[in-house]
Every structure is written in structure tokens, then in C-alpha cells.
């Protein structure tokens, strides 16, 4: 595993999303021109009504430069983060191999595969959450600038509005000039590009800049990711031990355990290297892992080094204590430094945006080259190399490309199915080539893959798609069914769509205590009086109370063309909305909870979660969220307290959270709990209300 390429490839990211502040700020700066001298001069009040009337094209401007800048991100995100494992598993495989093969690992030459299920596992885990604060960030980018605009506005007038005050009362005359609408927009836009644009708001009210977030996010993942592919492939040869890297510079809580060999499983003792010298082995859970600021947290750059007794020897040498404070003091003033060059070229693009005088923009550039100076000489002082490519944020930065990335030990082929088994989510891994060896010629040719250790039991139960309706009803029937009562009919519902149903029917009463069942599964139809009018529109309902029923539209998915038409139909409102929402809002053509809904709408992007993914699967996602609802979730709300209830109950947290969901979790708190869920079974978790959040995960283990 290499530090400086994730480092490298999380810094490109950024750079991307620093590109784009600069861009919303400069253009932003371009609807604050300076007054030419012999300009009519405005008055405040029609100076502020007609700003605030270009509120919705900024906004359009905004959204225009965030997607077409930020509409790789996905792809680019799965892409760096299959390169960081690619990068610890090419120098982590020979060496377990050779030791496999010697006897000291599980395996000799029946291997495990290049990338296990639990790889998977990580890999999807660490994807979901980090593309999750990415589009995050993308929301809050846009409000924060829509609430820089607004308030750029009032500060100028209040700034023209204070002057005139101070002239009245020196001069007994109003005189507003060219001059003093000049200042307030130069004081004011220098404010506004001073604060900068949010990508994030924490917990403690702190603002982090997009770029700050994302670099902080993507390096956070990068080294999560790859070290989690490290612990996984040791954990499938039988590894147990793993030796800290050590760098200079390293953060306080980190530092003693750098070069310290630590144990997994919560081992603690002596073992011996490969020259037989006695090493200490110190138990995980005595380390500093787990905090943020400690080994492995937030912004970490330290990696685990399988250590194989008897075959391993320690690598890497300590660190000078007082020299390792120093250097890291010393990295944190050279960023500062460079972030403070990166703002003066900033502000530097903004004044030539505003119609700045050509005195005021070779200002600007004296104070760029000063910013420029300061880091040369800190850099001669220092002895540090200075890193131009951390002083500019390129106004067309792009993110990473595919092939940026070349593992060379892995052939071409296998590198090229393994980005592929990343980037499609596949069930099962590629099959490795007979002839991997990745640097040992003198391995046997490969037999059947070996099973991989495993943690603990798996939570998703292995499914095998039914191949019949009737087969697709006796798998239902066998699980689902209820010990008093039930039934279960697929009846006229397409095999495809029983065979998603029963696929999540297994994940959601595995996961959740079996003793929550359905108690009846079947097809909506005109005997259902209380669902006719849902049969038209519906895909799914759930019947709260009782044995608690599930009844699918059947005619949902089942004709593909139908299915087709009503998800376009869907997403075509969302684009209506997202094109004209604002518009009308801003022309007062849209007001009370149709005001309400569209704004949610604006801000979440969504209709309904499922949008976002499966939409067949996101359905049964959300019905059953309905019958967890019904069966767990309220009761263990009132039999633990649940602090929802100090807070005002569902009521209150649908109100401060249902806008981050979607459309239709603002309807009621039965779909808000729905949504909230299907957003959770996703990986959504940042944008829920962390205590229902706890309730989720704290009942997949209620009542065992």
C-alpha cells in the first residue's frame, strides 16, 4: 500500500470540488458588477428587489455548473476506491502465498480468490457511504450558495444604507454616489468569497469547505478501503497479525504504535520473526484504533504490514519522537501556506469577475505574489520541498480517469474483470487465470478456490432464483409464513418480480428477529376492496395491524413496457420539478404545502428513495420498512424510551429530517419511517435522524 498514491488520488478528487467553488464564487461575482462612473445610481430597495429577483437564475447557474462538473463523481469514486485495493493487494499477495505454501497460512496451493465476498462486502460499504456525503455535499454547495447570494445582497445594501446614515448626519444631504455602491460590493463580495462556499456542516456547527470535506472523505475511504482489503485477504489465509507503518510526521495518538505488531483477534504475547528474534504482539484493543484522531481515524495515513511468524521480519525504523512533532507541526504550516496562495489567485479571478480597475487587480496580483514568496521562504527555511500542484486548483480540474492506475504485478485482463466485478456489484468474484502468480513461478497451478474465513456467520442468506411462479410461492411459503396463520400466492405476478420479492423477504428475516413475519403475501386484485383504489397506481401495500399482509400490484414490472413507462413517468415529474420548481416558488405561483412539497423535492432530488436504486427491489425495501414499523420499530421506541419522544416524538423528526429524504417521506410518519429505512438499507445513514438510525441497527439483534 502505497500513502503518497492515495494521497494523490484523494487530492485529485478535491481539486475537482475546489474547482467548482471557484467557479460558483466567480460566478457569483459576475451579478455584482462594479457601477461604471455616469452610472444611474439605484436605489436600495429596487437595487435589492432586483437582485433578489435573479435568485432563480443563480440557482440554475449553480445546479448547471455542479452537474456538468460533478457528474463523474460516481464512476470516479468506485474507480479510486477498486485502485486502492488493487494497490495493498499487489504487494500483500506474494508473500502470503509463498507463506501458504510453506505451511505456515491456511491453503498451500489451493488459493482463496483474488477478491473474496467479504471484500465485496467492504468495498460496497465503504462505496455507499462515501457517495452518500458526496451527493451530500453537492446539496449543501448549492444552498450554501443560494444563502451566500441572499446575503451578499443585504450586506451591500446595508452597507450603501450605513453611508448614507453617516452622510446625512455630517453633511444634512444624502449623497450616494458610483464610489459608495463600489465599496459595499467590493466589501461585501470580498465577505462572501472570504467565508466561502459549506460542502458540510458538522456536528459542533463547524463549516468544511467542499473541497476540505471531499479530500478528507475520499483519503478517509481510500485508506479504509485499502485496509480493509489488506485485513479481509489476510483473514482468508488464516493471518491474524498485522505490523504498523511507520512514517515521519506521524499524529500524536498514532505514534506509539507505529512499527508495533498488533493482533486482531485480541492476542497478547511474544512471537518470533523470521531470524527467530522475539517480537511483542500487542492486542487491537489496546491500540488507539477507533478514535478519529487515532490509529486508522480520520485522515490517517498508516497502513497495516501482515506479519507472518516465522516468516516476517519488521520493517520500516522508529521515529524520532521530537522530530516526528516537528515535521508534523511543519506540514500543517506549509498547508496553510498553500492555502492561503490558492485563495489570493481566488480572489484575484473574482475582482476581474466584478469589473475591478486595473490599480485594484495589480493590488491583487502583489498580494499573490507575496503569498507565493512566503512559502519559498518557508521552504528554505525549513529544508521542505514545495508542492506547486497543492497551490492552484485548476478551473478545469477533472477527476481521476479509469486507467489512471496500472497495478503492474496484476496481468491486464485481471485487472480489467476485477474493475468490473467492482464497478457492477457482482454476486460472485471473477475467476482468477491459472496462471496468477503475481511474482512466484514456483507456485502450483490453482485448484478449486479455498473458502474464505469468515468473521462471523453471514447476515444475507444465500437465495437461488426460482425459475416458476410455483417454485417462487414454496420458497415463500417455507419462510414466511407464520405458524397460526398466512398464505402466500404469486398469482399473476411476474416470476422476475417474485423472485426480487423473496430475495429481500430473506435478507430483511434474516437480518430481523424471524418471529416478525408476514402473515399473508399476495396479489392485489378487485376482492380488495380497501386496496382498489391502489391497484392502479400502486406497486405495493402493506395492511398494518393484525397478521400484517403484503399485497403486490401484479401488474407492476410484470409488463416491462408498463414498467418502463411508469418509472419514466416518475422521473420525468422529478426533471419538471427540478427545471420549474424554483421558477414558480419565486414567481409566487406555487405557495402553501404544494410550496413545501416542491421545495423538498428541489432539495432531495427524489420522489421516492427506490428512485435512486432498484426500483422493483427499493419497493419491497419500503413495504417491508412499513411491516418492521408495524412489528418492532414502535414497540422498541416505547419500550426502550427512546429519545425520539423527548424530542417531540415522530412528528418532530419528520419535520427536521423528512426534507433530506425524499418527497414522499414528508407524507405521513408511517412513510417517513418507510423511507427513512429504505434510505438505511441503502447505506443513507447521513441523512437520517441518528436515533432512528440506532433503532434500525439495535433491532437486528431485538428480542434473540
Same mark, same amino acid.
Request: charged share 25%; proline share 4%; net charge neutral.
Given at each position: ?343 489570493? @489567485? &481566488?480572489? $484575484? /479571478?473574482?475582482? +476581474?469577475?466584478?469589473?475591478? =480597475?486595473?490599480?485594484? !487587480? ?114 415463500? @411459503? &417455507?419462510? $414466511? /409464513?407464520?405458524? +397460526?396463520?398466512?398464505?402466500? =400466492?404469486?398469482?399473476? !405476478? ?211
Amino acid at each position: 500500500m502505497r500513502p503518497s498514491f492515495l494521497d494523490s488520488m484523494s487530492y485529485e478528487m478535491a481539486e475537482v470540488y475546489g474547482a467548482v467553488t471557484d467557479r460558483i464564487l466567480i460566478n457569483l461575482a459576475h451579478h455584482f458588477q462594479y457601477l461604471k462612473p455616469g452610472a444611474k445610481i439605484p436605489g436600495s430597495f429596487e437595487y435589492q428587489s432586483r437582485m433578489l429577483a435573479q435568485m432563480g437564475q443563480v440557482n440554475r447557474e449553480t445546479v448547471g455548473i455542479i452537474a456538468k462538473s460533478l457528474g463523474g463523481a460516481d464512476d470516479a469514486l468506485r474507480n479510486v476506491l477498486s485502485a486502492a485495493i488493487m494497490d495493498a493487494l499487489k504487494n500483500e499477495e506474494p508473500a502470503l502465498r509463498k507463506a501458504a505454501q510453506k505451511g505456515l497460512l491456511n491453503g498451500g496451493g489451493l488459493l482463496p480468490a483474488e477478491v473474496t465476498p467479504n471484500q465485496l462486502q467492504a468495498f460496497q460499504s465503504y462505496y455507499r457511504q462515501s457517495a452518500d456525503k458526496l451527493n451530500l455535499v453537492n446539496t449543501v454547495m448549492l444552498e450554501s450558495t443560494q444563502n451566500a447570494y441572499t446575503a451578499t445582497v443585504s450586506d451591500i445594501v446595508q452597507r450603501v444604507r450605513n453611508t448614507q446614515g453617516i452622510l446625512n448626519a455630517g453633511a444634512g444631504e444624502v449623497v450616494t454616489g458610483v464610489s459608495t455602491w463600489n465599496q459595499a460590493m467590493h466589501n461585501a463580495v470580498q465577505k462572501m468569497v472570504g467565508n466561502g462556499l459549506a460542502g458540510f456542516i458538522d456536528h459542533g456547527g463547524h463549516r468544511w469547505s467542499p473541497e476540505a470535506y471531499v479530500a478528507m472523505d475520499i483519503r478517509t475511504t481510500m485508506f479504509n478501503t485499502a485496509r480493509s482489503a489488506v485485513w479481509e485477504r489476510a483473514e482468508s489465509y488464516g493471518a491474524d497479525f498485522y505490523q504498523v507503518s511507520s512514517h515521519n510526521g506521524a499524529r500524536p495518538l498514532c505514534y506509539p504504535w507505529q512499527g508495533k505488531v498488533i493482533s486482531r483477534s485480541g492476542f497478547s504475547g511474544m512471537t518470533e520473526d523470521l531470524d527467530g528474534n522475539k517480537i511483542r504482539v500487542y492486542p487491537e484493543s489496546e491500540t488507539t484504533k477507533g478514535m478519529p484522531a487515532g490509529l486508522f481515524g480520520i485522515n490517517c495515513k498508516h497502513y497495516p504490514m501482515t506479519f507472518i511468524p516465522g516468516f516476517s521480519t519488521l520493517k520500516g525504523e522508529s521515529q524520532d519522537e521530537e522530530e516526528n512533532e516537528k515535521t508534523y507541526a511543519e506540514s500543517q504550516e506549509q498547508r496553510a501556506l498553500e492555502r492561503k496562495l490558492r485563495e489570493e @489567485k &481566488r480572489d $484575484l /479571478e473574482v475582482m +476581474k469577475a466584478q469589473g475591478a =480597475s486595473a490599480e485594484a !487587480i495589480k493590488a491583487q496580483r502583489d498580494k499573490v505574489h507575496k503569498a507565493s514568496a512566503d512559502i519559498d521562504e518557508f521552504c528554505d527555511k525549513t529544508g521542505r520541498a514545495r508542492r506547486r500542484n497543492r497551490e492552484y486548483a485548476p478551473i478545469d480540474a477533472k477527476f481521476p480517469p479509469k486507467d489512471s492506475y496500472n497495478p503492474g504485478e496484476f496481468p491486464t485482463e485481471q485487472r480489467d474483470k476485477m474493475r468490473d466485478w467492482f464497478k457492477n456489484g457482482g454476486d460472485n468474484p471473477p475467476p482468477s487465470p491459472t496462471n496468477i502468480h503475481l511474482g512466484d513461478d514456483n507456485i502450483p497451478p490453482r485448484g478449486q478456490a479455498q473458502i474464505p474465513i469468515q468473521k462471523a456467520e453471514s447476515t444475507k442468506r444465500a437465495f437461488t432464483p426460482a425459475s416458476t411462479v410455483q417454485e417462487a410461492e414454496e420458497y415463500a @411459503k &417455507r419462510f $414466511l /409464513e407464520s405458524q +397460526k396463520y398466512g398464505s402466500v =400466492s404469486y398469482s399473476g !405476478i411476474d416470476v422476475e418480480y417474485a423472485n426480487k420479492c423473496n430475495d429481500v423477504f430473506t435478507q430483511v428475516f434474516d437480518r430481523f428477529d424471524p418471529k416478525y413475519k408476514l402473515g399473508k403475501v399476495a396479489p392485489m386484485n378487485g376482492r380488495e376492496k380497501k386496496f382498489k383504489s391502489a391497484i392502479e397506481s400502486s406497486e405495493a401495500c402493506y395492511q398494518w395491524g393484525g397478521d400484517g399482509s403484503m399485497f403486490i400490484n401484479p401488474r407492476f414490472y410484470k409488463n416491462k413496457k408498463a414498467f418502463a413507462a411508469h418509472k419514466q413517468q416518475i422521473d420525468d415529474l422529478m426533471k419538471t420539478v427540478l427545471d420549474n420548481g424554483q421558477a414558480l416558488i419565486d414567481s409566487g405561483k406555487v405557495t402553501g404545502a404544494k410550496k413545501d412539497y416542491v421545495e423538498t423535492l428541489l432539495r432531495t432530488k427524489r420522489q421516492c428513495v427506490c428512485q435512486s436504486y432498484d426500483f422493483a427491489e427499493g419497493t419491497i425495501v419500503h413495504e417491508c420498512g412499513h411491516m418492521l414499523d408495524d412489528k418492532m420499530f414502535r414497540t422498541i421506541m416505547n419500550e426502550t424510551k427512546s429519545p425520539l419522544a423527548e424530542r417531540g416524538g415522530l412528528s418532530a423528526s419528520l419535520a427536521k429530517y423528512g426534507k433530506n429524504i425524499s418527497g414522499y417521506a414528508v407524507a405521513t410518519t408511517n412513510e417517513y419511517i418507510a423511507e427513512s429505512f429504505t434510505a438505511w438499507w441503502y447505506g443513507e445513514t447521513s441523512i437520517l435522524d441518528p436515533e432512528l438510525v440506532k433503532i434500525f441497527e439495535g433491532a437486528q439483534k431485538y428480542g434473540r
